[in-house]
């Protein structure tokens, strides 16, 4: 067995919009021993993020950006990631859209989670079009992300039921379960752990 004593946890950053539950999860798991990631910061675009509350609790440094003048902004990030030594972004319930030149500086390192099974239902609305559809199964994807929008190479999927009474916020409470799961699952894949 691996020996994780004196392992030195990977700096991540969580960016954030709302509510912030699976930042909640993966809080939750960057504590544990097995987690190769400790989360550093949390980036909001959004002051009002209930999320931020989470950083507060757990005292872990928050910034809030407004996203107007986003090249301007996205290079105050980005020397804010390197001030805090972020090597890993984590996207969650991030609503804004990162730029090419954004996303080619953490190549490979960021991570992003969408309520719906990729490729399908790219984008917002994904519950509601996947019923429409009359789908049989949602679920959802974490990814890598590339410079298209939910398009990166996929991590993990975790696929569940619709039911004849589900409605779009029954299907988000129940995607939403599974995404708390789902993204410290994909961590501990790419790192092969
Ligand atoms: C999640 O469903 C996530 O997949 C999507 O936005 C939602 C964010 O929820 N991108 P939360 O803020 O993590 O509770």
Do not use: W
């Amino acid at each position: 067995m691996v020996k994780l004593t004196g392992y030195k946890k990977i700096k991540a950053a969580v960016f954030i919009s709302g509510n912030g539950s699976n930042l909640k999860s993966l809080i939750k798991f960057s504590k544990k021993k097995k987690s190769p990631i400790s989360i550093d910061l949390i980036i909001s675009n959004n002051p009002k993020a209930k999320g931020l509350k989470l950083g507060k609790i757990n005292k872990i440094k928050r910034k809030v950006y407004n996203f107007k003048k986003k090249y301007k902004i996205e290079n105050q990030i980005l020397s804010d990631l390197k001030e805090h030594k972020v090597k890993m972004i984590c996207l969650a319930g991030f609503m804004e859209i990162l730029s090419r030149n954004f996303i080619n500086k953490f190549k490979g390192k960021i991570l992003n989670i969408h309520p719906s099974l990729l490729p399908k239902y790219k984008g917002l609305n994904t519950h509601q079009r996947a019923l429409d559809n009359n789908e049989k199964y949602s679920g959802c994807t974490v990814h890598f992300v590339n410079s298209k929008l939910d398009s990166g190479k996929i991590i993990l999927q975790k696929k569940i039921k619709i039911t004849k009474n589900d409605t779009k916020n029954s299907l988000a409470r129940k995607v939403l379960i599974q995404e708390h799961k789902l993204y410290p699952r994909s961590i501990l894949k790419i790192f092969n752990l």
